[in-house]
């Protein structure tokens, strides 16, 4: 018998946005996700969700500040905020998220990025855009420089595809 292959941060993005806009999802879960920060102390909360949620090979603690910035910019979005028909970069411009913060963004590394993709993932929250967020999962999780610039390409251009000019 074999193992199977461990499912992709990517693949879990759906399940894990339908856990957090779940109504019996506890509401006190939800609010610490929601206002962590990605420096100190993780709250209980994380640690918790990862252990339930998470794939178990996507689970070690190199992984935590990835994750950090991916479920709290999931449980920030209204009722998970997760529609595949909408992809990341689409909802970016049609949230009027600003080129040279794009630009930032897609150029970012590390710590930075993650502060970036959550700065992204707010201002997707107060337009109340539900979108495509396996994409900032690939983005987030990605570490060959091949695989990152066909992310940063694929987010780039669906970005301008709709950027609306005033």
């Known amino acids: 018998m074999t193992t199977p292959e461990p499912h992709w941060p990517s693949t879990q993005v759906p399940s894990l946005a339908r856990t957090l806009a779940d109504p019996h999802f506890s ?28 794939e178990e090979s996507w689970q070690g603690e190199h ?10 910019a999931l ?3 209204r009722d998970g905020g997760f529609d595949p028909s909408r ?13 040279s913060r794009l630009e930032r963004l897609l150029a970012a590394q590390g710590d930075t990025l993650y502060a970036l ?7 997707l929250a107060a337009k ?24 940063n390409t694929r987010i780039a251009r669906d970005y301008y595809r709709n950027l609306k000019k005033d």
């Open 128 to 151: 109340g855009l539900a979108c495509d967020w396996r994409q900032l999962a690939e983005l987030i999780f990605a570490s060959d420089p091949d695989v990152r610039e066909r992310i």
């Open 75 to 77: 449980a920030i979005q």
């Open 117 to 123: 993709g959550l700065r992204a993932a707010r201002q």
């Open 27 to 54: 509401n006190g879960e939800r609010a610490a996700l929601k206002r962590m920060g990605l420096e100190g102390p993780a709250p209980l909360a994380l640690h918790r969700f990862i252990l339930r949620h998470v």
């Open 87 to 99: 992809p990341w970069g689409q909802a970016l411009a049609e949230a009027r998220f600003a080129e």
């Open 63 to 72: 992984w935590t500040p990835r994750w950090r910035a991916l479920i709290c």
